[in-house]
């Protein structure tokens, strides 16, 4: 497959062309490297060729990055030696990266090169900015909506193909921490402003050319091999410098708490490379990397946010014969706060919109959700006033049902009560067309009940909006015992719209997401009721990758709600019901009116803004500190196996049908442990054996919410991993 292609013009310039068949987007494959290193070969190597131009056949993209899946390939294929073929592996790139860079001059005088210049007609992400990092001046077109970055951080690794130790020369540790550490990806203006390319323009490809037709040997020669080059900033012996690292490393550790070890590395490369050559810089960028490829959470990570995530994006659940589904006009009932969101993304998408509440002021405060979000967006220069008039003229506020009536789909967005949604659904069902999808947006409801309200069950689902639903990217889809393909096709079709993430699981209690979270929530306000120091509680949890503690997440979501969800849980478990201690807890809370952020008390005390503060003294009082406090790991053991134990028991139910859902949903729904590739993989991470074994020893010491689930105890005892026995469809992904 032709990946690269190059012409050569009168002028002598010498046009190299990425462009892979069948993709969307350029991404780089070992062919591809072979390819533009011949090419380049040729080029650097032909007397007629007076300089280069690289760039992509992609309109409005450059590239999207490098395949991920060819890391774990490289890994595989390295045998008894993975380490030894990946660090061999990512020094040839880097060869061939600075082949480029020094585009045949005499090593030298530096003399002699030949001009390569990159033309970028919109995104270039990961090794699609490296790549051009390496040539000579790089030239974007005017496009608003291209990306440029190295996002490689956002799944678990680094820029490992030169791109770290570049640009860290180019701008310094601290102009190029933003790109490394955070991922930042901006728009070409903002990439020109900041120092990683170098010009901006509207035909991009002429300015290149005039450059390269007259670029003279000076301008050939990167900052770090001229003569007494010296790092933006200063290098970590230099005082300056020696104080940029010392923040830096603060800031890397506050950030991930220790438990991402790509960012560590990434540190460690730029500090021990920065006080080096640039050439045994590259080495220690390389060696570095590669002990991140080997690390279990890189590898976990790229599988679950890398291509488990885009493989459910691309459908892989999706029913395959059902024809395309994409909604064309959406109805949503209920313009509170869930409905409102669900409106924004979905005109956001392009897609009409009918909003109804009871009554017309509802209706319209809905609308002006929209209204208030586009204006924050024109205040940031994100968006236009047309922009924000286009999203609004998609929007029919409303309290008529008949304006329903040429919708495909309707989402139901009304007040948790099983009756108010019945009879939503039967006033509805009498309007809309007789094939229009009916989804409800419920957290907790079981569909399979919901639908005995609906006079055609097959068409009815749950799609399951997380909070806020602008910010969140998974969308729970729940199938009842009664829903059909078209319906589970519908709702991934439109889910995919507005560019979420999907999973599908099977109806039951809590469906996926709330089953597990809900234990989370529960284990630690369990503890606050031993005496376990809160502060413990909520420290722990963070110091394991939980993106908030539970006393925090409590306090979010409102302490009332979980009084609710309690209540309701305990009618219908009635004897079996597990939670009494945590109902202690909560009810007294809610007794003294501390309900959360939204009343700026809770677990925590919140100042006069609603700024949230420290734990609230209250606590020690009505629940005194136990006089020998848990070790740090079984504070965190108790928090992420009440989760993980939940994902394994829905896994073993077939509420989950697919274990990459599993992963994703977890990370992307309620943000467990990222690092950690979700908890399936976490299993996968510690050996089921040591799993299996210390849900003895919790089961023993805390009850028996820890009883080790029949399939974690048969993987164990098989020798099998999860991702081993159920994860054959992720690899073919």
């Not at 073929?85 to 001059?105: D, N, S, V, Y």
Request: hydrophobic residues 45%; aromatic residues 6%; charged residues 25%.
């Amino acid at each position: 497959m032709t990946e690269f292609t190059m012409t050569t013009d009168g002028d002598g310039i010498a046009t190299i062309t990425w462009d892979v068949p069948g993709k969307s987007m350029n991404v780089m494959s070992f062919e591809g490297l072979a390819q533009i290193e011949d090419l380049m070969d040729q080029a650097i190597g032909d007397e007629a060729v007076k300089g280069i131009i690289l760039t992509s056949g992609k309109e409005g993209s450059f590239a999207g990055g490098m395949d991920l899946n060819l890391i774990a390939k490289m890994r595989d294929e390295a045998g008894d030696n993975p380490a030894k073929g990946l660090f061999e592996g990512t020094m040839k790139m880097h060869a061939l990266l600075r082949k480029i860079e020094r585009a045949g001059m005499d090593p030298k005088t530096l003399k002699g090169g030949k001009p390569i210049a990159t033309v970028l007609p919109g995104t270039a992400l990961g090794i699609g900015l490296e790549l051009p990092l390496s040539t000579h001046r790089i030239f974007a077109a005017t496009n608003p909506k291209a990306k440029i970055g190295l996002p490689e951080i956002m799944v678990g690794i680094f820029p490992g193909a030169g791109g770290t130790t570049r640009l860290v020369r180019k701008l310094g540790a601290m102009g190029a921490s933003p790109f490394l550490l955070e991922g930042k990806l901006v728009a070409p203006t903002a990439a020109k402003a900041a120092g990683l390319i170098d010009a901006v323009s509207d035909d991009p490809m002429a300015d290149a050319r005039a450059w390269v037709l007259n670029a003279k040997d000076a301008d050939l020669v990167k900052p770090w091999d001229a003569k007494g080059y010296k790092m933006p900033g200063g290098a970590p012996y230099h005082p300056a410098g020696f104080m940029t690292f010392v923040g830096a490393s603060a800031m890397v550790n506050g950030k991930t708490q220790g438990v991402y070890p790509a960012a560590k590395a990434l540190l460690s490369a730029v500090y021990e490379g920065a006080m080096v050559p640039f050439d045994t810089a590259l080495k220690i960028e390389a060696r570095w990397f590669t002990s991140v490829l080997l690390n279990p959470s890189s590898e976990a990570m790229i599988r679950s946010l890398f291509i488990n995530k885009e493989a459910l994006e691309k459908g892989a659940v999706r029913p395959a014969d059902v024809a395309d589904q994409r909604v064309r006009k959406l109805g949503v009932l209920g313009a509170g706060m869930m409905g409102a969101g669900i409106t924004l993304v979905s005109v956001q998408a392009g897609i009409e919109v009918v909003l109804i509440d009871q009554n017309q002021e509802a209706a319209e405060r809905g609308k002006a959700y929209t209204a208030n979000f586009a204006d924050k967006g024109i205040a940031r220069r994100k968006t236009t006033p047309e922009k924000k008039e286009q999203l609004l003229n998609l929007i029919t506020a409303t309290t008529d049902l008949n304006a329903l009536k040429g919708c495909d789909l309707i989402i139901e967005a009304v007040f948790e009560d099983p009756k108010v949604k019945a009879e939503m659904t039967q006033k509805v069902e009498a309007v809309i067309p007789e094939d229009c999808i009916f989804a409800s947006n419920t957290s907790t409801l079981p569909i399979t009940e919901l639908a005995k309200a609906s006079s055609r069950p097959e068409q009815f689902i749950g799609i399951h909006f997380f909070s806020p639903v602008e910010k969140m990217l998974l969308v729970e889809i729940i199938k009842g015992k009664g829903t059909g393909d078209r319906a589970v096709a519908k709702a991934l079709d439109y889910v995919r719209q507005i560019r979420k993430t999907p999973i599908v699981v099977n109806d039951a209690r809590f469906f996926y997401a709330n089953r597990c979270i809900i234990p989370y929530i529960n284990e630690g306000i369990r503890m606050v009721a031993e005496g376990v120091a809160p502060a413990l509680i909520e420290n722990a949890a963070r110091l394991v990758g939980m993106p908030l503690g539970p006393l925090q997440l409590v306090d979010e979501t409102s302490i009332d709600l979980g009084a609710k969800i309690a209540r309701a849980t305990k009618a219908a478990m009635g004897d079996a019901y597990p939670d009494g201690a945590v109902d202690d807890v909560i009810f007294w809370m809610e007794g003294e009116n501390r309900l959360g952020r939204k009343t700026a008390a809770g677990f925590y005390t919140y100042d006069e803004k609603g700024k949230r503060q420290v734990l609230w003294s209250g606590l020690g009082e009505k629940y005194p500190l136990a006089d020998g406090q848990p070790d740090l790991i079984d504070v965190q053991h108790r928090l992420l196996f009440s989760q993980t134990l939940e994902a394994v028991r829905a896994l073993e139910e077939g509420v989950l049908m697919d274990i990459r859902e599993g992963d994703v949903g977890a990370i992307l729904g309620w943000g467990f442990a990222p690092w950690s590739g979700g908890p399936l993989s976490w299993l996968d991470m510690i050996g089921a054996p040591y799993a299996a074994e210390r849900c003895d020893q919790l089961s023993a010491a805390h009850g028996s919410r820890f009883t080790c689930p029949d399939l974690l105890r048969d993987v164990a005892a098989k020798g099998q991993s999860f991702y081993g026995r159920f994860g054959k469809t992720s690899v073919a992904a």
